[in-house]
């Protein structure tokens, strides 16, 4: 589906307060779309020129190539065939380019190169801790070892097809039902190879985006499912520090939009009050309590300790049938958090919750 970014510019948090790091981007969908709160939104997003650019270089493709691909057998392939295509357009809108070499993309590039030095060199690199760990691509290491001389179509064969990001959507169709708001996480950074930066594709993509683009994507209903109670009056206990508020804002927005919504108690979490922050300025009704890592002599650092610290409010609404939500980090985060829920209902509480499907769980990356 053709989405367009929202052409009225609503975007960034609504007030001057920078985010770094951080976009609230709102994008309009196709006539016919639906979405409910909860739901994801994934984007087909585009190499950057700069990378694109860099992968010519490397490959020591001239400017402005047209090539025509073809392939033995009956493959699958994500790629065109028998048409031509410029190279820069395989390069942007057709492969990853910056997934992590594999082995045998080690042992390929070896094939390529009539160096000793290299191939010894190449056949002396720690897999495990050399590629893996500093998540290495198959440019960086054509960047490293010039000798090797990689034909654009080994190249691409070595490359998996643009792979969707999925985000989290951060409002609510009754407040416009055509309107999909997400918040996005820039990741960008020093290169963990050690040499340059390294940003990520579909964040940096998205940010990179000026009111009235369209990009690609699709609504996706999650499973295991993530969606609010039918009844309205249900209590909700929302817990999503960072940028996992992103679902939990959709859900304040539709309770804000309903006759008769039931008490929400919200626990989130980040850096600094007044620095990363999202959606500060924003008031729902609902019990809001904030824990921040950074800031000396504040109660609480991470939600899990605030959470904690409610006991007796969470344990009350649990037992008045609240539906609990956690979005956002599932490697220490919603691990921490279902701890401190135990300690707060008990294993068997816990158990119930996710029995009767009240524990529902929205968790990315690490
Ligand atoms: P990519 O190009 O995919 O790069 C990310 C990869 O690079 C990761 O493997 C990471 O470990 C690695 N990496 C990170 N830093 C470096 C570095 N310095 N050097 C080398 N490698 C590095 N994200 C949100 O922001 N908001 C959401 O609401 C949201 N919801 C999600 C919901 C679900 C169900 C899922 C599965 C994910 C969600 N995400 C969300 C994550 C999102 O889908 C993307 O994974 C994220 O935006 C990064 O994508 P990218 O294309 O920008 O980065």
Not at 44 to 55: G, H, I
């Amino acid at each position: 589906e053709e989405l367009v970014r929202d052409p009225s510019g609503l975007w960034d948090f609504g007030d001057e307060r920078p985010r770094p790091g951080v976009r609230s981007i709102v994008a309009e969908l196709p006539e016919g779309v639906t979405y409910e709160a909860g739901n994801h939104l994934a984007v087909y997003a585009k190499n950057d020129p700069e990378l694109v650019a860099w992968a010519t270089h490397c490959l020591r493709l001239p400017a402005g190539q047209v090539v025509r691909l073809s392939q033995e057998g009956e493959r699958a392939t994500h790629l065109p065939l028998g048409v031509p295509v410029p190279v820069e357009l395989l390069l942007t809108e057709f492969v990853e380019l910056q997934e992590v070499a594999t082995r045998s993309d080690l042992e390929t590039l070896a094939s390529f190169t009539e160096c000793p030095w290299t191939r010894g060199e190449l056949a002396r690199i720690d897999y495990a801790e050399d590629v893996l760990a500093k998540r290495v691509s198959v440019l960086a290491l054509l960047e490293r070892f010039p000798s090797i001389a990689l034909p654009l179509e080994a190249f691409l064969e070595m490359c998996g097809p643009i792979r969707p990001r999925f985000y989290s959507i951060s409002s609510s169709p009754l407040a416009g039902p055509r309107r999909v708001r997400i918040t996005v996480g820039l990741v960008d950074g020093p290169a963990w190879s050690g040499t340059g930066r390294y940003r990520g594709m579909c964040s940096a993509y998205l940010a990179g985006l000026e009111p009235g683009d369209a990009f690609y994507g699709y609504v996706r209903v999650p499973s295991p499912p993530f969606h609010l109670p039918a009844d309205p009056a249900t209590p909700l206990v929302l817990i999503g520090p960072g940028t996992g508020f992103a679902p939990l804002r959709g859900f304040l927005e539709e309770r804000s939009l309903l006759p008769d919504a039931g008490p929400a108690k919200v626990f989130y979490g980040c850096r600094h009050p007044e620095h990363d922050w999202l959606y500060r300025d924003e008031t729902w009704d609902a019990d809001v309590r904030v824990a921040f890592s950074a800031l000396p002599g504040h109660p609480h650092r991470y939600v899990q300790e605030a959470l904690l610290a409610d006991a007796e409010g969470v344990r009350d609404l649990v037992e008045r049938g609240a539906y609990v939500y956690v979005c956002g980090d599932g490697v220490r985060m919603a691990p921490a958090v279902r701890r401190a829920l135990v300690e707060i209902c008990g294993e068997e509480g816990v158990r119930r919750l996710d029995a009767e499907g009240r524990y529902q769980q929205d968790v990315f990356g690490g």
